[in-house]
């Protein structure tokens, strides 16, 4: 198994930055490929950005897109959410997830970490 850990949550105001992390332990983290999720009070887990095992595949949200880079360090089990002009409808519970494949469907995921939870004011 993979066990994730997320960090760097936090209060921000509308505009500002914030950089999540993603420590993995257990099984290999370059065996599986990462994606980002958010899921805000009242709604459904929604799909933010996933990168593949190997770093050369990248896809985001419409939504975040040009504003959110996601990465990933191999050789430091990490990965990582770049978030730059944030809104307060970025405003959620943000979850790393690792899985088989780099897709946008939540339930093609494995493993979960337990979440961090940002929130923009405006």
């Known amino acids: 198994q993979v066990q994730l850990a997320e960090s760097g949550g936090g209060l921000v105001q509308a505009g500002g930055s914030l950089r999540l992390s993603c420590a993995a332990s257990?099984?290999?983290?370059?065996?599986?490929?990462m994606g980002w999720f958010r899921q805000a009070p009242g709604k459904e887990r929604e799909f933010v950005a996933t990168?593949?095992?190997?770093?050369?595949?990248?896809s985001y949200a419409d939504s975040v897109k040009g504003r959110f880079t996601i990465s990933r360090d191999n050789t430091k089990n990490t990965g990582y959410l770049q978030m730059n002009s944030l809104k307060p409808g970025d405003t959620a519970v943000y979850y790393c997830?690792?899985?088989?494949?780099?897709?946008?469907?939540?339930?093609?995921?494995?493993?979960w970490g337990h979440g961090t939870q940002v929130t923009v004011s405006s």
């Open positions: 997830a690792a899985g088989p494949a780099a897709q946008r469907a939540v339930n093609l995921y494995d493993y």
């Open positions: 257990g099984r290999t983290f370059s065996n599986y490929d």
């Open positions: 990168i593949n095992r190997h770093g050369m595949f990248i």
